[in-house]
């Protein structure tokens, strides 16, 4: 039997980082609320209630789209997808069916350090549907609370093409989209909370076949690696299937993270199932050339390129240069951090170690740090030209980060200026062979580990400011090793 060949494409849905909802005059901010507070008829699905467009969800839509090179149709419209769900209180949701905000783009991503493409078929606006929380397992429950805080938030989707091959693409190409919406602004990119969320498609045929298999859906993967998981799963059972000699099902399958299973929910539905029609309480929306041009001229610099240039100018490690440019706030930090004059490799240290390090213990985005980039870079500068140790360094920063005090300022006030002056060191060495004589003598010797102590009294002597590698260089000479 030939070999089979997995052909995977995602559906991935992004809510809108707007102020209101798609819609209505509501929050679009739902977490965190009493239930049901954040509505008001046209999201309650009120009889008589009218939905008014949501300008800034249509240029983010855009926006997107653009970044993404799709074409941005000038007419496109609204439609009612219907069906019944007790999250959904019109009984409809609106969507865009066959006149979408935008067509036929790409997005560019890595899978081990190789470049790939994935077409994208579009990307058009739709509105959230409310929440339900279950007492109990969904299908036992004696009820179930309906919470509409969330219902008509705006909902952007974006639909890839069937172009990856393997499971172990699925989450790079979603790597590589959450963090173009994060560099773009439109959205927060939390997965866990749902903010972020991706249905994939996946068939099986027999390597060389031009056709394609039928297709499972798969959804409720809210991870990189349960989406992973869910599509290696899926390539086991539905080869198993077909080795079998039989046929893959079409159907609607849920990713069960206690089973580490896919599960069956549903056949699957067809498009002429939802009966779509025009929104006829919604205008047409025309895309002026004026406000496309616009927006394509505000577009960020896109993600990988950022990377390359930020790795090439600075002389970054591949690794370092990924990580600084993974969110927008961090590359932004890091160039202010280098535009004071930081060198370049040790402010990617410092920021992607202690500093990071420092901000998510205080759940702090990099943008809010108390020590901001111009104060980090001073101290970077001053440790990179041996004013301070890098102990004292970090020590400084953690005070400056709890303090919100310049971590120069602090190096100044306490006299942690690194000292190297030749007399002052011989003094502070001459008290640490005085007070670890066992120590001196085992260093004399050859112990090479007895050093350590020696300069930790250095330091101590000098209130810490002695400098640690004079120190060293200092008490070998001292005690007849200054050859090696
Ligand atoms: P549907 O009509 O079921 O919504 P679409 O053609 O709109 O199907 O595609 C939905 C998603 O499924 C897209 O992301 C697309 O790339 C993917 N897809 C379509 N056909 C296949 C297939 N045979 N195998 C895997 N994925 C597929
Ligand atoms: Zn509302
Ligand atoms: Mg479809």
Redesign the pocket.
Known sequence: MAELEA?????VHAQLLTRSKMFCGCRAEYLGLPPNSNTCPTCLGLPGALPVINGRAVEMTIQTALALGCRIPEFSKFDRKNYFYPDLPKGYQISQYDLPLSLGGHLEFEVDGERRSCGI?RVHLEEDAGTLHHAGEIHTAKFSLVDLNRAGVPLMEI?????LRSPKEAPQYLRALRQLLLHLGVNDGNMEQGSLRCDA???LRPRGQRE????V?VKNMNSFRSLEAALEFEVRRQSAVIESGGTVRQETRGWSEAEQATVSQRS?E??QDYRYFPEPDLPPLQVSRELVERLRAGLPEPPLRLRDRLRDQHQLAEEQAALITERPQDAAYFEAMVAAGAPPRSAANWQLGPLQALCKDAKLDIERSPVPAVELAGLVRMVEAGEVSGTTGREVLVEAFATSRSPVDLIRERGLIQVSDAAQMEAWVGEAIRQLPKAASDFQSGNDRALGPLVGAVRKASGGVANPDLASRLLRERLGRGGG
């Open positions: 052909v995977i494409g995602l559906e078929t639909v890839g093409e069937p172009d498609n996946i068939s394609f298999g039928v297709k859906e699957k067809e498009a």
